[in-house]
């Protein structure tokens, strides 16, 4: 049982490239978050998606679009990468459900230069 | 608007002593609260959450943690800490009415030492 799957684990990039971080989850949740963590700022939701279909920003969504491209696969895109995106991205999914827990993939750290 | 404290970036303690972790929220309504762990290179792990009932939550790696309603406080607890408890942690809270957001604090550094 794998659970959420992120892609790649590592990644760098110069300023205005753009690339597309991965998540897929294999145990049937309806609601997927994109985070980012910070130094001494815990995690900040950029976006997350209720169900298949929908979307909607979180606390720091610009310079990041999101798809759901099904119910499996929830993937953020960077259009062009700027050094202040320099983080660690973690994907989460969870059951619909405010009582429920969420359950994270291993992260992506990203570095622009 | 819903906020997390934890008033710590670090907590040191003696393996074999006991451990606390704390954690204050604010939300309007009723909170959901959890606790995850962080361990090196690893995404979050669920430790343990309070919905209802029982003030006090066990949960997973013999933790445990108590919800005060008064304080606003979820403190995490554990009688004899071991030095493979040393990691991240991080508290976090979800309105009753707030559906699928949840605000995490910016996490504790516990350092456990032999």
């Known amino acids: 049982n794998a659970g959420v799957t992120q892609t790649p684990k590592f990644q760098v990039l110069k300023t205005g490239q753009s690339m597309t971080l991965q998540c897929a989850q294999d145990?049937?949740?309806?609601?997927m978050y994109w985070y980012r963590q910070d130094p001494g700022m815990g995690l900040r939701l950029i976006y997350y998606?209720?169900?298949?279909?929908?979307?909607d920003k979180g606390e720091v969504p610009n310079g990041y679009n999101v798809s759901r491209l099904n119910k499996r696969e929830f993937s953020l895109r960077l259009e062009s990468a700027a050094p202040s995106q320099t983080s660690v991205y973690f994907c989460?999914?969870?059951?619909?459900?405010?009582?429920?827990?969420?359950?994270f993939g291993a992260g992506t750290r990203l570095s622009v230069l | 608007a819903q906020s997390v404290a934890q008033p710590e970036d670090q907590v040191n303690v003696a393996e074999g002593n006991p451990l606390t972790v704390k954690c204050t929220y604010s939300?309007?309504?009723?909170?959901?609260l959890f606790w995850y762990v962080q361990y090196p290179n690893r995404g979050l792990q669920f430790l343990l959450k309070?919905?209802?009932?029982?003030?006090l939550v066990k949960g997973s790696y013999g933790f445990e943690a108590e919800f005060n309603k008064s304080q606003t406080s979820f403190h995490l607890k554990k009688p004899s800490a071991l030095v493979s408890d040393s990691a991240l942690y991080f508290c976090?809270?979800?309105?009753?009415?707030?559906?699928?957001?949840?605000?995490f604090g910016a996490g504790t550094r516990l350092f456990v030492k032999a």
């Open positions: 989460a999914s969870r059951v619909a459900g405010p009582k429920n827990i969420q359950y």
């Open positions: 145990m049937n949740h309806n609601s």
């Open positions: 998606s209720a169900s298949e279909g929908t979307t």
């Open positions: 939300v309007s309504g009723n909170p959901y």
């Open positions: 309070y919905i209802t009932g029982d003030n």
């Open positions: 976090a809270v979800r309105d009753i009415d707030g559906g699928f957001k949840t605000i």
